[in-house]
Nanobody, 122 residues
Framework: QVQLVESGGGSVQAGDSLRLSCAAS??????MAWFRQAPGKEREFVAG????????DYTDSVKGRFTVSRDNAKNELYLQMDSLKPEYTSVYYC?????????????????WGKGTQVTVSS
């Protein structure tokens, strides 16, 4: 089973930036994505990228602020988060779907990391 480990979270002030990383235990050409879940909220899709980066998808609330990318040689996924707002405070999760299709649904993901906390203060 593929293991995913997130890193790069922390506590920052509004307007600051963070870069999250996700390391996979083995090489994968499937879809990789970031989700987030705040207390009392459902887990939601944030950004996704297909195997070669030709298809990228973002939820509307983060467009223009977040940038998702991947490095297949390193088996890593990244999320550059700029202009952070307090409403972005959440646990961010890395996920993998081995399918060739671009899927945003939580239940379509086959593997999950344990998450990394991002806290944005005003």
């Amino acid at each position: 089973q593929v293991q995913l480990v997130e890193s790069g979270g922390g506590s920052v002030q509004a307007g600051d930036s963070l870069r999250l990383s996700c390391a996979a235990s083995s090489h994968t050409l499937g879809t990789m994505a970031w989700f987030r879940q705040a207390p009392g909220k459902e887990r939601e899709f944030v950004a996704g990228i297909n195997w070669d980066g030709t298809i990228i998808d973002y939820t509307d609330s983060v467009k223009g602020r977040f940038t998702v990318s991947r490095d297949n040689a390193k088996n890593e996924l990244y999320l550059q988060m700029d202009s952070l707002k307090p409403e972005y405070t959440s646990v961010y999760y890395c996920a993998l779907d081995a399918s060739t299709a671009m899927i945003r649904a939580v239940d379509a993901m086959e593997f999950w990391g344990k998450g990394t906390q991002v806290t944005v203060s005003s």
